[in-house]
């Protein structure tokens, strides 16, 4: 679709143009909150904030994720996301087995996570 074809379409649809301006709106958004948060936080503050965000109510988080997948996702590398969850176990924050993460204390994960 050539420009004055796609200019046309949202001229003649408002309804359709609000649509396009909400999503554009919620995608800038959450590309500044990513941008603010690579910039002022530590991998291990945004893999705590990650685990915080995917926990269930029961405090547990089921990855679906591999730990490349999950690096890719919060601005890090697969060996720091590694790391990050052997100190936050070292830490007593959290325990993992196999593909289920237990948050054992919420209060300073949250905390660490900002």
């Known amino acids: 679709?050539?420009?004055?074809?796609?200019r046309d379409l949202l001229d003649k649809e408002p309804?359709?143009?609000?649509?396009?301006?909400?999503?554009v709106t919620q995608d800038l958004r959450r590309a500044?909150?990513?941008?603010?948060?690579?910039?002022?936080?530590?991998?291990?503050?945004r893999l705590a904030g990650y685990l915080i965000e995917n926990a269930d109510g029961?405090?547990?988080v089921r990855l679906r994720e591999t730990q490349g997948q999950i690096a890719s996702q919060i601005g890090t590398v697969r060996e720091v996301v590694?790391?990050?969850?052997?100190?936050?176990?070292?830490?007593g924050l959290v325990m993992r087995r196999g593909r289920t993460v237990r948050i054992l204390n919420r209060e300073d994960l949250a905390r660490l996570a900002r």
Do not use: Y
């Open 82 to 91: 590694g790391r990050s969850f052997r100190r936050l176990e070292d830490d």
């Open 32 to 45: 500044i909150v990513c941008c603010g948060k690579m910039a002022l936080q530590s991998p291990l503050e």
């Open 15 to 23: 309804e359709f143009a609000l649509h396009i301006a909400r999503l």
């Open 58 to 60: 029961g405090g547990t």
């Open 1 to 6: 679709m050539d420009t004055n074809a796609l």
